[in-house]
C-alpha cells in the first residue's frame, strides 16, 4: 500500500528558516499537501502542488517536489513562534481516492 | 476557504451509550467526506469513505456496525459511535472534498470521552 515518511521533530531557532521533509512511494500521487495542527485542533490546509509543478510558493512557504525521488518538502521562511505545531504531509491520486498522511513532523520554534 | 464544521467539538459519554459527530460543508457541496481518528501524537487514521446516498466505505479492521456513517445530504456526514467503551476515546475529525475532488478541507476535529 502507500507509504508516506516524515521526521518525527524538527526544532529551530526563530526568525531561521524551517524544512520539512516527506517521502511518498505511491508513483502514481496526483496531489500532495501540506496540512498544520496545532495542539487540540483540526487540520489546517497549508498549500497543495500538483505533482507535475516543481516548486509552490506562498508567502513564507515553499514547497518544493522532486517527483524522481518521491521527496516533498515544506520550507518555512523566518519562522515564528506561532508556527510550533504538527505537519503532516500527505498525498492522493486523482479524483475522489482517499488520502495517505505521514507520520508528522512536531516542529518547535525557539525564541 | 472552504469550510468544514465538526459538532460536537468535545463530547463525554457514559460507557454502553451512544454518540453522534456531526460534519458539515459550510459553503460547497461535498459528495465524498471521509472519516478518521487520531490518537494522541500519532498520525490520522482512516476510518472510512462516506459517499452521499450511498453506504460508506469502511477501511480494513474499522466495525461498520459500530461506527455507523449516514450521507444523507451534500452538506451532511454523521458518525455515530454505537454502544461506546472507554477505548473508543479519541480524536475524530472528519474532512470534504470540493467538488473538483482536489483540495480537501478538514472539520476542527471531536474529541470523544467515553468514561
Known amino acids: 500500500g502507500e507509504d508516506v515518511e516524515q521526521s518525527l521533530f524538527l526544532s529551530v531557532r526563530e526568525g531561521d528558516s524551517s524544512v520539512i521533509n516527506c517521502t511518498y512511494t505511491?508513483?502514481?500521487?496526483?496531489?500532495l499537501y501540506w496540512y498544520k495542527q496545532e495542539p487540540g485542533a483540526g487540520l489546517q490546509l497549508l498549500t497543495y502542488?500538483?505533482?507535475?509543478?516543481d516548486m509552490k510558493q506562498d508567502q513564507r512557504l515553499t514547497v518544493l517536489l522532486n517527483k524522481k525521488d518521491k521527496h516533498l518538502s515544506l520550507r518555512i521562511a523566518d519562522t515564528q513562534t506561532g508556527d510550533s505545531a504538527i505537519y503532516f504531509c500527505?498525498?492522493?491520486?486523482?479524483?475522489?481516492?482517499?488520502?495517505?498522511f505521514g507520520t508528522g513532523t512536531k516542529l518547535q520554534v525557539i525564541p | 476557504g472552504a469550510v468544514v464544521s465538526q459538532h460536537p467539538s468535545r463530547v463525554i459519554c457514559k460507557s454502553g451509550t451512544s454518540v453522534k459527530i456531526e460534519c458539515r460543508s459550510l459553503d460547497f457541496q461535498a459528495t465524498t467526506m471521509f472519516w478518521y481518528r487520531q490518537f494522541p501524537k500519532q498520525s490520522l487514521m482512516l476510518m472510512a469513505t462516506s459517499n452521499e446516498g450511498s453506504k460508506a466505505t469502511y477501511e480494513q479492521g474499522v466495525e461498520k456496525d459500530k461506527f455507523l456513517i449516514n450521507h444523507a445530504s451534500l452538506t451532511l456526514s454523521t458518525l455515530t459511535v454505537t454502544s461506546a467503551h472507554p477505548e473508543d476515546s479519541s480524536f475524530y475529525i472528519c474532512?470534504?472534498?470540493?467538488?473538483?475532488?482536489?483540495?480537501?478541507?478538514f472539520g476542527e476535529g471531536s474529541w470523544l470521552t467515553v468514561v
Open positions: 502542488i500538483f505533482s507535475n509543478m
Open positions: 500527505a498525498e492522493k491520486g486523482g479524483g475522489y481516492q482517499k488520502v495517505t
Open positions: 474532512s470534504a472534498q470540493d467538488s473538483s475532488g482536489n483540495t480537501i478541507y
Open positions: 505511491d508513483s502514481s500521487s496526483t496531489y
